[in-house]
C-alpha cells in the first residue's frame, strides 16, 4: 500500500475516533503505529496534517502501543522527530512533547530503566530553561512545563533532584507554568523525604542555595514514588497526590529558613497567575507546611486575608480548603464570622452566575467550624449563622429549582435547630416567623403540585422538598405532623400523585412510614377521586397497608372487587393483598376476613394467572404461621429468606461450605489501660450469648493516621465464662482521635461459618496519652518542666483558656485524668502536667486555681496540628462537670 494522502488520512483518522477498538483490531496495531510514526517525517504532508496525526497519537495510545517496550520505542522515534525539526518556529515542536509525554506515561514505559524516560526528561528540562524571546518559544516553555507536571504526577518525587533548577528557573523566568512546576515537585519531594524516613536522602537537593542548571548523567529515582495511574498501585491516591506521610518531616534550620523564603516568594508573586492556578498552588503550599515539622500556617495569612474579598469561587474555595486544614491555627474567630458573612453575601448577589451561588450555598452546609457542635461529616448550620442573619437567603418561588432547594434545605435546617421535641419554641420573634415562611413555601409547592395538570417539574419540586423537610425535622413531631397533613390534602387532591408518594415513603424511611403511611390509607380507603384513582389507590395500600389496621383495607379491597377491571388492575389488588399478608396479626376476625377474600378471588378473578396467584396466596395463608408466611412471600430486612424444602440438603451443604453474614452473638466492651511506655494499648473484653469457636476479630482503624492491626484469634468463647480480655497495641502516625471498626468471624457448634459487624469503637484524644519517657542512664540532670515548657517555642504553638473547676473539683480532675503526668504540683491550686502523644509529640499544662472564678489552663506543645484536638479535650472535661 502507497502513502496515503491527507485526505485519505483524515478519513482514517475519523474511522479511528468512531471505533477505535474495531479499527485497531482490522489493521493492526503495530502497523498502524508504525506508519503515523513514519509519515511524521514525511516531507509530503503539511504541517497541520502531521498536528492531526500527533492528536490522534495523543488520543489513543495505548490502543497503538499496548506494550511498554514498543511504547519505549515509539518515544524515542518522536524525540528523533523532534530533534529533526529546524531551529525557527515550527507548530510541530509543542505537539511532540505532549505526544512523547502521553506515550510514555500512558503505557507503563516511565520507569528508571528506560533510556526513553531520561532521554525525554534532559529534553523537557532543557526547553523548560530556555531563553529565547517570541511568542512561540514561551509556548514551548509553558508545554514543557506541563509536560514535566504531568510525569511528577506520574510519580510523585521524580523531580526531586531538580529542586534547586525548578528553583532558579521559577526566580529568573517567574511564569505561571514554572511556579505550579515547582510548587508540585516541592510538596512531592517533602512528602516523599517524610515517606522514607531516617532512610532518605539528606537534604532537599539543593533548595537552599538555588543552583542554575545543572544536568543529571543517570536520572535519580530514589524519591520516586509508584507509578500512580498503575491499577495495581496503592488504593486512595487521588490526583496523583502521594499517601499521607507516616510523621511530620524535621528539616535543617537552614532548610527551613529557605523554606520559608521560598513559601513567601511564591505567595508574594501568586497575585500574577490566575485564579484555578492560585487556588492550586494555596492547596498545594498549604501540603507543604503540613508535611514539615514547626512551619507556622502564619505565612498563608496574609494571602488568604486579600482573597476573603473575592468573587472566584476557585479562590474561595481555596481559602475554604486552607481553614478545614488548619482551623483556628489560621482562622481567628473573627475571620470566621467575616468569611460566613461573604459566603451569605455572595449567596444571595444577582450578579452571580446560579453556579456560584449554589456554590456557596453548599459551603454554608459545609461550613468548617473551628469548633462545630456536631460530630465531623455531619450535615448542619455553622453556630454563627443564626436566622436574623439568613433572613436574605429565604426561597422563593420564583427562584430557579436548584437555588431553591438549596435555601430549603438551609432553612430547614436552621429551623431544626431552633424548634423543640413539640415543634414549638419557648421564645418570639425572628424565629417564628422563619418557621411559618418555610410551612408557607411548602405549602404553596403543594398547591402548585395539586394543580389538575400541574408540570411534572412542579410535582418533583413539591417532592424533593418534602423530602428535604421531613430528613431536617425528624426529630420534632410537631412539625412533622402539620407536613404529613399536607401531603395527605395533596394526595386527597391529585392521586395520580401515588408514584411520588411512594418513592418519598421509601426514600424517607421509618421517619415518615408511620405517620405519612397512616394518613395516605385513610385516604384511599376513603376512595377519593372515585373509580379513575381506583388504580393509584392500590398502589398506596400496596406500599402501606401492611403497618396498618386491617379492617379499613379488607372493606376497601371487597368494594374494588364487584368493580372489575383488566389484568393490571388485578395484579394491583393481588399486590395490595401480598402486603396484608406480609404485615397481618393472625388475631381477632380480621385474618378470617382476609383469608375469605383471597378464596373469592381465587374463584372469581377472569384471568388464569391471577386466580393461580390468589390461590397461592389463600394456600400459603392458612397454612403456614406468620414468619414462615413472610419468609414465603419474599424476603424482608426482618424476615430472613428460607431455603425450599426440596432442596434442603444441598443448601445445607452450600451453607456449610460459605460464610453467613449473622447478628454478632458477642459484646465487646472498652477497659481503661494505661501504658508506661509505647505502644498505647487498648483494652477490650468479650463476651458471648452463645458458644462459638474459632473467632477472628478484625480490627480497621478507619483513616490514614494509624498502623495497621493484625487480627486477633480467640479459640473459643462460652456464655457465662469470665470475659476475655484483648489487648489492642495502636501505634499512631498522628495523635488523632478517630473510630476503630470490628468485624468478626466464627464457627457455631452447626458447622457454620458466619461473619458479623460489629459496632465501631471510638478511640479518644485522651487514649492516646502517655507519660514522658524516664531519662537514660546517661542523663545526669533529667529535663526540668520549665525546660520542656522553653523547648516548645518557636516551632510548636500555645494557647490558653479558662477552666470551671472550684474548688477541691481542680484536685479531683487532675487525680482522675492526669496523676501519672503531673510534674510538679502545690495542690490544691497548681499543677504542672506534661504528656506524651506517639508517635513523637508532647502537650504541657499549666493549671493555676484562681480562687472561686475557675481555673486558667496554660497549654503548649510541640506540635500545632494538635492544639485543637486539646482545646476541645479540655473543653469537653469541663462539660461534665
Known sequence: MGPRSADAWARVLAALRASPAAFVARAGAEALAAELLSELRSERLSEPTKVSLLAAILEFPTQLWPDPTAAEAAVSALLDTLALLPPRPAALRRPLLLAATSVLASCGALAPASAATSRLLCVLLRAAAGRAAGPEQRAVRATACECLRELESCHPGLLAGQLGLLRALQDTLGTQAHCLLFVLTLRDALGALARAGPGAPAGLHGLPDSP??????????????????????????????????AGPLDLTPPEARELRAAVSQLLDASYLLTPP????????????LRTVRGQPPALLKPQLVRLLGTARV?????????????????????????????LVGAAQHPALPSPARLFCLHCLLHFPENWP???????GTPVLLTPSLATGLLPSLLQDPPDLLARLHLLCLLCGEELGADGRRDCQGTEDQVLLYLQGLLASLRQGAAQPGAPRSSVTLCFRASYLATRCLASHPGALAQLTKGLAE???????????????????????????????QQVAVAGAGGAQALQWHLQILTKVAGGQPLGPTLGFLWAALGQGGDWAWEQALLGACRALLRGTDLSGAGPRNLANLLQELARGLDDPDSRDRGRLYYSLFTHLSGSKLGSALGPTRSTPMLGSSLVEENEGFASALTVQEAQAPLQLRRVPQQAKEPPVILGLTVEASEILYSLELRFRVLGPHYEPLEAVQVPCLRPGASPKLLLLPLEPRRPYPTLLDVSVLYATP????????????????????????????????????????????????ESCMWGPWQGQALETLVTKHW??????????????????????????LQLEAAGEDGVRVALRTDDWAILPLAGEYLRGLGATL
Open 212 to 245: 542554575g542548571a545543572q544536568w543529571p548523567g543517570p536520572w535519580d529515582w530514589s524519591l520516586a514514588g509508584e507509578d500512580v495511574r498503575d491499577p495495581a498501585a496503592p488504593v486512595g491516591r487521588e490526583g496523583g497526590r502521594p499517601e499521607p506521610s
Open 277 to 288: 492556578a492560585q487556588a492550586q498552588m494555596l492547596q498545594q503550599l498549604s501540603q507543604v
Open 314 to 342: 476557585s479562590l474561595l474555595h481555596a481559602v475554604l480548603a486552607s481553614k478545614d486544614a488548619f482551623g483556628e491555627a489560621l482562622f481567628t474567630a473573627q475571620d470566621e464570622a467575616l468569611l460566613l458573612r461573604r
Open 373 to 379: 457542635l456536631g460530630p465531623a461529616g455531619e450535615e
Open 490 to 520: 395533596l394526595y386527597q387532591a391529585r392521586p395520580c400523585l401515588a408514584p411520588h408518594f411512594v418513592d418519598l415513603l421509601e426514600q424517607a424511611g421509618e421517619v415518615l412510614a408511620e405517620p405519612l403511611g397512616k394518613a395516605l
Open 750 to 797: 452447626g458447622g457454620l461459618t458466619c461473619y458479623a459487624q460489629l459496632p465501631s469503637l471510638p478511640i479518644a484524644f485522651a487514649d492516646l496519652f502517655l507519660p514522658l519517657p524516664p531519662p537514660s542512664p546517661e542523663v545526669t540532670h533529667p529535663p526540668t518542666f520549665q525546660e520542656l515548657w522553653a523547648s516548645c517555642l518557636p516551632g510548636g504553638a
Open 819 to 844: 496523676e501519672p503526668f503531673v510534674m510538679s504540683a502545690t495542690p490544691p491550686t497548681s499543677y504542672r502536667v506534661a504528656i506524651r502523644l506517639p508517635p513523637s509529640s508532647q502537650l504541657l
